[in-house]
Nanobody
Framework: QVQLVESGGGLVQAGGSLRLSCAAS????????MGWFRQAPGKEREFVAA????????WYTDSVKGRFTISRDNAKNTVYLQMNSLKPEDTAVYYC???????????????WGQGTQVTVSS
């Protein structure tokens, strides 16, 4: 069992930056693939980024490549999402998730946080 708690969301102007954190409970954190997803109002949840257990592999959706960076610190049981050059279309609730497969499909992830709101003003 893994419990995930996101933090770091907020209101930022377009072009600004935010860093999201996701703290995980449990000693098995290092064995999980970690992902970030987001859901904007009226839209389906979409994949943002994922990272393998040892940070050897990362995966980004095209719309955030070059702007967002996913990283993890297994000693701190935490995964991060550094978001730069934010755009109004990045506005969404951001969720972190833990799974066993490096995937962009939400059903591949077994555990989810409660989400943190990111709002980018124009």
């Amino acid at each position: 069992q893994v419990q995930l708690v996101e933090s770091g969301g907020g209101l930022v102007q377009a072009g600004g930056s935010l860093r999201l954190s996701c703290a995980a409970s449990g000693r098995t954190f290092r064995s999980y693939v970690m992902g970030w997803f987001r859901q904007a109002p009226g839209k389906e949840r979409e994949f943002v980024a994922a990272i393998s257990w040892n940070s050897g592999s990362t995966w980004y959706t095209d719309s955030v490549k070059g702007r967002f960076t996913i990283s993890r610190d297994n000693a701190k049981n935490t995964v991060y999402l550094q978001m730069n050059s934010l755009k109004p279309e990045d506005t969404a609730v951001y969720y972190c998730a833990a799974g066993t497969v490096l995937a962009a499909i939400s059903k591949e992830y077994n555990y989810w946080g409660q989400g943190t709101q990111v709002t980018v003003s124009s």
